[in-house]
């Protein structure tokens, strides 16, 4: 059924705007009449004439504008309709006239006229692969296949807001001493390349022999001042070597085992994938997915080939029989405790459950990292200003002195 994007008045005189299906141009009229609404613009935006391709490309626009967290507040209020026996395609109606977002309001009114003519609601969001992710849609099916479609869809919900959570406090956490050093390192780039040269100008011009500690500002100062413009090329150089870099399997293999190792920050790294691990693989079994395609799920989802191809191997294994715990316990980025819980849980039944403690586990303890984290950086950061700031005063006052030294 086309979807039709109207601009209309209601009976108090509002603009209102806004998107519904219909058969063609004139029903979509006749329905808004029906709610109230006078008609005075009603254009087809997203249509079956369309071709998969230009579905696909809809989709990745809208991937920019749709965020995570408008995903798992649907997928909540969906799992809330239908638990509450609301039939799917009337639960997806009642979402679709609540979302604000209106590129999601289109992804949704295609997805629930795709379930209207007979497809499955993981089959209809596959279509969207940019805005749904591969382990989302998994859930959805398996949730479809067991007949606990709200279940695992709350789940799913519960799972996506917990990531969400613990990203907003990585980011939140690190976002003030990101800003500060970014002003600072600015101020201090302006004050050494463009003040200093002014203010000890004066010095070269008595051709009396500098200080040690000025004659090092002074070179800083002309090296900025000079080739600014090619630090910031240089710095751009290096992003977009990174970025490419990262297209090529053995950079990217390297890169990933750096990360894991720099101090402090790999073991936060470390300890954030595997609460994604535990928490994505426990919902995964949890859902009634099979392991090893839950693994395969779970190895897709991990930003880390040295975590993935760890995933991989325990991917093989199993299929030759063998454990989970004892495929993971070959591998330096699985702590002890973690393969001793998995063991526990591979030997009792249990192991969706302590899939989950592993990831709650770990989701603490990322946000206790972070805390100390932040409350260490700052002090440090605070020494690092002081240093620097302390080093152009020196470099500055000590050629006055030995001026007042010479006059007296």
């Known amino acids: 059924m086309p979807v039709f994007e109207y601009t209309g008045l209601n009976t108090a005189g509002k603009t209102l705007k806004g998107i519904l299906d219909a058969d063609s141009p004139v029903a979509a009229r006749q329905k808004l009449r029906g709610m109230g609404i006078f008609p005075v613009e009603v254009k087809e935006e997203l249509s079956r004439s369309r071709d998969r391709s230009s579905s696909a490309m809809s989709a990745v626009r809208s991937l920019k504008r749709i965020k995570a967290g408008e995903i798992y507040a649907m997928t909540r209020q969906l799992s809330i309709l239908l638990g509450a026996g609301l039939p799917l395609v009337k639960s997806l109606e009642a979402l679709i006239a609540q979302i604000a977002n209106q590129n999601f309001k289109k992804v949704m009114a295609q997805v629930k006229d795709s379930v209207n003519e007979g497809n499955s609601l993981a089959s209809s969001l596959s279509q969207y692969p940019k805005v749904f992710s591969n382990f989302y849609i998994n859930m959805v099916y398996s949730g479809e296949a067991s007949g606990s479609l709200d279940v695992v869809l709350r789940h799913l919900a519960e799972f996506g807001e917990r990531q969400q959570a613990l990203r907003s406090r990585f980011k939140a956490a690190l976002a003030y001493p990101i800003f500060m050093s970014l002003i600072g390192t600015g101020v201090l780039f302006f004050l050494i390349a463009f003040i200093i040269p002014n203010i000890t100008g004066i010095f070269i011009e008595m051709q009396h022999t500098l200080p040690l500690p000025t004659v090092i500002l002074l070179e800083i100062s ?35 085992r750096m990360k894991l190792r720099i101090p402090v920050f790999g073991n936060l790294l470390q300890k954030i994938y595997l609460a994604r691990f535990g928490g994505t693989l426990g919902s995964l079994l949890q859902s009634g997915v099979p392991l090893v395609s839950a693994l395969q799920i779970v190895g897709k989802i991990i930003d880390n080939s040295q975590v993935a191809k760890v995933i991989e191997d325990a991917i093989d294994d199993i299929n030759a029989g063998r454990g989970l715990a004892s495929t993971l316990s070959r591998s330096r980025w699985f702590p002890p405790m973690v393969i001793q819980m998995i063991s526990v849980g591979e030997q009792s039944g249990e192991l969706e459950g302590m899939l989950n403690k592993i990831a709650e586990t770990h989701e603490r303890e990322v946000e206790s990292d972070i805390i100390a984290l932040t409350s260490i950086l700052e002090p440090v950061m605070i020494l690092v200003m002081g240093l620097i700031v302390g080093f152009v005063v020196i470099s500055i006052l000590l050629p006055i002195f030995e001026m007042n030294q010479m006059i007296l």
């Open 222 to 256: 002309n090296i900025l001042k000079s080739y600014w413009w090619l630090l910031g090329l240089v710095l751009v150089g290096i992003i977009i070597l990174i970025r490419q870099g990262k297209k090529r399997p053995l950079f990217l293999e390297m890169w990933d």
